[in-house]
Nanobody
Framework: QVQLVESGGGLVQPGGSLRLSCAAS????????MAWYRQLPGKQRDLVAS???????NYADSVKGRFTISRDNLKNTVYLQMDNLVPEDTAVYHC???????????????WGQGTQVTVSS
């Protein structure tokens, strides 16, 4: 059973920083691309940043220059360093990963349960 567990959310003042972590566990054969999405109530889930298995990154325009995505392949973990946060960054952040579990020949999308990030003074 593969699962993704996020941590690191919370309340921060505008201009502050947070670091989100997402660790994959279970019977994992390999992990492809990993990503962070965010979602507001009643809205669709939007891509924030993604990172390929080789380290190539992609960011939403709204977070370029402020957020940094990284991964530790030995720990099966993806991180999102968020700096210079603004109230518009307030959302539930979900991690996503394309994972091939043991005994499988195909990647499957897995999602974490989400962690709340609130930017407010």
């Amino acid at each position: 059973q593969v699962q993704l567990v996020e941590s690191g959310g919370g309340l921060v003042q505008p201009g502050g920083s947070l670091r989100l972590s997402c660790a994959a566990s279970g019977s994992i054969r390999s992990i492809g691309a990993m990503a962070w999405y965010r979602q507001l109530p009643g809205k669709q889930r939007d891509l924030v940043a993604s990172i390929s298995s080789r380290g190539g990154t992609n960011y939403a325009d709204s977070v370029k220059g402020r957020f940094t995505i990284s991964r530790d392949n030995l720990k099966n973990t993806v991180y999102l360093q968020m700096d210079n946060l603004v109230p518009e960054d307030t959302a539930v952040y979900h991690c996503n990963a394309a994972i091939r579990s043991s005994g499988s020949y195909l990647n499957r999308d897995y999602w974490g349960q989400g962690t709340q990030v609130t930017v407010s003074s």
